[in-house]
């Protein structure tokens, strides 16, 4: 199987925007559309993850992504993948000579993040 035959999820993949608030000074954060893509999604099992490097926990539910080759994506960037939003805790890495590129992703949590 080649791995078109495997990309059978639509991924959306958002980039960050940061502007400044004109009437108060502050930082403003949005995300906008960067790609639209299809891509494998799955889910990291627990005897794998056990493998896997400690900063990774199951109870974020973490997932390998492997993408065709997209210039321009980066670790700064979150994926939406049906309800859940996702973001890169590793990679991207690229894949052969530009085929393809994966990503480990977990749940995004805004635990931290101003309100």
Not at 38 to 65: C, F, K, M, Q, Y
């Amino acid at each position: 199987m080649d791995l078109a035959s495997k990309l059978d999820t639509r991924v959306r993949i958002e980039r960050k925007t940061v502007t400044l608030d004109p009437a108060y000074g502050t930082q403003e954060a949005s995300w906008s559309v960067f790609a639209n893509v299809w891509g494998e999604v799955r889910d990291v099992l627990p005897s794998r993850a056990e493998r896997l490097a400690e900063t990774i926990t199951i109870a974020n539910r973490p997932a390998r992504v492997r993408v065709r080759y997209l210039p321009g994506l980066a670790a700064d960037m979150r994926l939406i993948i049906g309800g859940r939003i996702m973001q890169i805790i590793s990679g991207p890495a690229m894949l052969g000579r530009r085929e393809a590129m994966e990503l480990i992703v977990e749940d995004h949590s805004t635990e931290g993040d101003a309100p």
